[in-house]
């Protein structure tokens, strides 16, 4: 049952990323001025980050219940690890980045973001085969 539930909440974070991913911002960018985009974004990504770390924390909670330590584990920690360091490090150096103007170190910290989020969503893949 327990195990179940983890695959549930494997799967709604997946489902969260895909539907920021290919729904919430693209229609915020061609939606909104530049200027409320960036106000927009900047309310609703911490609120992303946040609520997909919470979730993946409970998934690695149960697998330390369940003393499941292995590939799936590790992947859950790294996904784990990259809401944290997204949330926590990158946005708010691509904040600063975009704030003064930087454009070069404000693409290069975006790209990263959104590789993070693309690997972020292969190990969830990977955690429902």
Same mark, same amino acid.
């Given at each position: 049952? #327990? ?9 709604? $974070? &997946?489902? %969260?990323? *895909?539907? !920021? ?43 330390? #219940? ?9 992947? $859950? &920690?790294? %996904?784990? *690890?990259? !809401? ?46």
């Amino acid at each position: 049952m #327990i195990e179940q539930i983890s695959i549930y909440l494997i799967a709604m $974070i &997946l489902g %969260i990323m *895909l539907f !920021f991913s290919f729904v919430i911002a693209p229609v915020v960018f061609t939606t909104l001025d530049e200027d409320n985009a960036r106000k927009f974004i900047r309310r609703i990504f911490p609120f992303y980050y946040n609520v997909n770390l919470g979730i993946s924390l409970i998934v690695l909670i149960i697998f330390l #219940i369940l003393s499941k330590i292995g590939l799936d584990f590790y992947l $859950i &920690l790294a %996904i784990t *690890l990259l !809401f944290a360091t997204s949330n926590y490090l990158l946005m708010p150096m691509i904040n600063k980045y975009r704030d003064e103007k930087q454009d070069k170190k404000f693409k290069y910290s975006h790209f990263i973001s959104v590789v993070i989020n693309f690997i972020q969503m292969i190990f969830l893949v990977v955690l429902l085969i």
